[in-house]
C-alpha cells in the first residue's frame, strides 16, 4: 500500500513530462522563429518570377508531363528548355490549386519557418547551447531575407540545411546518419540547383576528413576510416542519386551552364550581379566576417579546417551575387553559433519554467495567426507591383498583335495574360541561348537605335513600367504612342 503514492507520483510525472517538452525554453524559441517568418513574409507575395513557376506547374499538373521546349514566349521558336525546378513547381502550384492566394502565401510562410527552425536545430546541434543557436537562427534569417519568396529556391536551401544536420549528426554520433544523403539529393536535383552547392559542402567535408594537424588556430582531425569510407559510399550514391530526374542529363549540369555559359544573365539581372558592400547586408556581411576573426583571437578559439573551407565558400559566393547572401547565412551560422557556445549558459531543462514559455508560445501563435495576409491584401500586394490593371485594358480594348514587356512583367504575363506570349521573362537562360536577351539589354539600356530591335521583332505595342527610361524614348518616336497609363504600367501602340 505504501507504493501506490508513488505509482502514481510517477503516472502523473509521465504526464507531465511531455508538456514540459512542448512548454519547454527551447519550444519557445522556436516559435518565436514561426512568428518572425510570418511577420517577414507577410509582405513578399508578389515576386516576379512566382508566376512563370506557377504556370509551369499548372502545365505540369494537368498534363501529367514536363515541357521540353518553351510554350510562354514568341521570340525563343519553342527553343528546347529545361525545367529544371519542375517539382518545386508542382509543389507551389498545389499550394495554390488547394488555396487559391491564402495557399500560396501559407507556402511561403511553412517553408520560412521551417526554414528558421531547421537552422535553430542545427546550429543548436552543433554548439549546444539553445541560446546561442537562437542567435545563429537570426543570422540566417537576416541573410535570407534577400531571397523569401514563393521560389524553388525556398525548398532548395531547406535541404542545404537538412544536408548540414545529415552530416554533423553523421560526424559526431553515427555515420549511418550520412546514408539520408541520397534520398536527399534524389529529391533536390528536381527541386532547384542548389543541389550542386550541396556536393561542395559534402565535398569540402570529405577533403577534410583527410587530414590531421593544428596550425596555430587552424585544426583539423582525421575522421575515423569507418566514418569517412560511410561519407564516401553515401557521395557515390548521392551522385548516382542525381540522375533519378525525369529530364537526364541536362537536369544536372544546369547549374553548370548557368554559372559558366550566361554572362549577360549573370551581369545584367539584379540578383547575381556582385554584393555593393554599402548594401545593408554587405555591411552586415563584413561585419559578421570581422566578428568571427576576432572571436578567434580573443578567445583563443580553435577553427576547424571544414569550417574554414564552408566560411571561404559562402564569403565567395556572397561577394559574386547577391542572391548567394542566401546560402552564406546558412553555412556561416552554425559557426559562429560554435564559436559563441560559452557566451551564455546552456539551456538547463531542470531550470525551466513552463507557464511563461506557453504564454509566450501563445503570443507568437497569435502574432503569427495575425500577421498572415487576407484574400484582399494579397490581391492589393499584386496589384501594386504587377501590370493587372493593363492587362484588363489589353483584353477588353482587344489590343493583339507582338508584345514588348517589361522583364519584369513577364511572369505575371505568362501566369495572368497566357494567350499573349511574351517577349521575355524570368528565364533568363532561356533568352541568353537565343540572343534575345542580349538584343533586349541593348534596346533597354540605349545601346543602339530604339527602332533596330521594334522592327527587328515587329512589335506592335510595348507594355513597361512607368519608370523605365523607355518609357521617356518612346514619347519621342513619331511611330509610337501612348494609348494606356496608370501608376504602375504604360502601352504604347505602333502608330501606322
Not at 300 to 312: D, G, I
Request: proline fraction near 6%; hydrophobic fraction near 50%; charged fraction near 10%.
Amino acid at each position: 500500500m505504501n507504493s501506490l503514492p508513488l505509482v502514481i507520483e510517477q503516472i502523473e510525472g509521465t504526464r507531465v513530462q511531455p508538456l514540459r517538452k512542448v512548454f519547454s525554453f527551447p519550444a519557445m524559441l522556436a516559435g518565436v522563429l514561426v512568428a518572425l517568418a510570418a511577420l517577414t513574409v507577410r509582405s513578399r507575395f508578389n515576386d516576379p518570377d512566382t508566376w512563370w513557376h506557377l504556370k509551369m506547374g499548372e502545365i505540369i499538373w494537368t498534363t501529367h508531363r514536363i515541357p521540353t521546349t518553351d510554350l510562354f514566349s514568341y521570340t525563343t521558336n519553342h527553343h528546347p528548355y529545361t525545367a529544371h525546378e519542375w517539382l518545386s513547381q508542382v509543389f507551389i502550384y498545389g499550394a495554390y490549386r488547394f488555396g487559391g492566394y491564402p495557399g500560396l502565401m501559407l507556402w511561403l510562410c511553412l517553408f520560412t519557418a521551417a526554414l528558421l527552425v531547421a537552422g535553430y536545430g542545427l546550429c543548436w546541434l552543433y554548439s549546444e547551447n539553445a541560446k546561442v543557436a537562437f542567435v545563429g537562427a537570426l543570422t540566417i534569417w537576416l541573410f535570407a531575407t534577400v531571397g523569401l519568396a514563393v521560389r524553388p529556391q525556398m525548398i532548395g536551401y531547406l535541404l542545404l540545411v537538412v544536408e548540414l544536420l545529415l552530416i554533423h549528426l553523421g560526424q559526431t554520433r553515427n555515420p549511418r546518419w550520412f546514408l539520408g544523403l541520397p534520398p536527399l539529393f534524389t529529391v533536390w536535383v528536381n527541386c532547384h540547383g542548389s543541389f550542386f552547392l550541396g556536393l561542395l559542402v559534402a565535398g569540402a567535408y570529405l577533403f577534410s576528413s583527410l587530414f590531421d594537424f593544428q596550425w596555430g588556430l587552424l585544426v583539423s582531425q582525421r575522421w575515423h576510416p569507418l566514418s569517412r569510407r560511410m561519407l564516401v559510399l553515401a557521395l557515390v550514391m548521392s551522385l548516382a542519386a542525381l540522375f533519378l530526374n525525369p529530364i537526364g542529363v541536362k537536369q544536372v549540369l544546369n547549374p553548370l551552364e548557368t554559372m559558366l555559359h550566361l554572362p549577360i544573365n549573370l551581369n545584367q539581372v539584379v540578383e547575381w550581379q556582385p554584393l555593393q558592400l554599402g548594401d545593408p547586408r554587405g555591411l552586415a556581411l563584413l561585419g559578421l566576417i570581422g566578428s568571427i576573426f576576432l572571436l578567434l583571437i580573443v578567445r583563443q578559439s580553435n577553427l576547424f579546417w571544414h569550417e574554414l573551407l564552408l566560411f571561404a565558400l559562402g564569403i565567395w559566393l556572397a561577394a559574386s551575387h547577391q542572391r548567394m547572401l542566401f546560402p552564406f547565412g546558412i553555412l556561416v551560422a552554425p559557426i559562429l553559433s560554435r564559436l559563441l557556445s560559452s557566451s551564455w549558459d546552456g539551456y538547463n531543462a531542470t531550470q525551466d519554467r513552463p507557464l511563461p514559455n506557453a504564454v509566450l508560445i501563445a503570443i507568437s501563435l497569435l502574432i503569427t495567426f495575425w500577421a498572415f495576409p487576407n484574400r484582399q491584401n494579397l490581391t492589393r500586394q499584386i496589384e501594386e507591383q504587377s501590370p493587372v490593371k493593363a492587362v484588363e485594358f489589353m483584353n477588353t480594348h482587344d489590343i493583339s498583335g507582338r508584345m514588348l514587356n517589361d522583364y519584369v512583367y513577364g511572369g505575371y504575363l505568362i501566369w495572368a495574360a497566357p494567350h499573349y506570349p511574351v517577349f521575355v521573362d524570368g528565364r533568363g537562360d532561356i533568352f541568353e541561348q537565343t540572343g534575345v536577351l542580349g538584343d533586349f539589354e541593348k534596346w533597354a539600356t540605349l545601346k543602339g537605335a530604339p527602332d533596330l530591335l521594334l522592327d527587328k521583332y515587329h512589335i506592335d505595342f510595348c507594355l513597361l513600367s512607368r519608370n523605365s527610361p523607355m518609357v521617356f524614348v518612346l514619347q519621342l518616336l513619331p511611330n509610337w504612342k501612348a494609348i494606356y497609363s496608370d501608376n504602375n504600367s504604360t502601352i504604347f501602340v505602333r502608330v501606322p
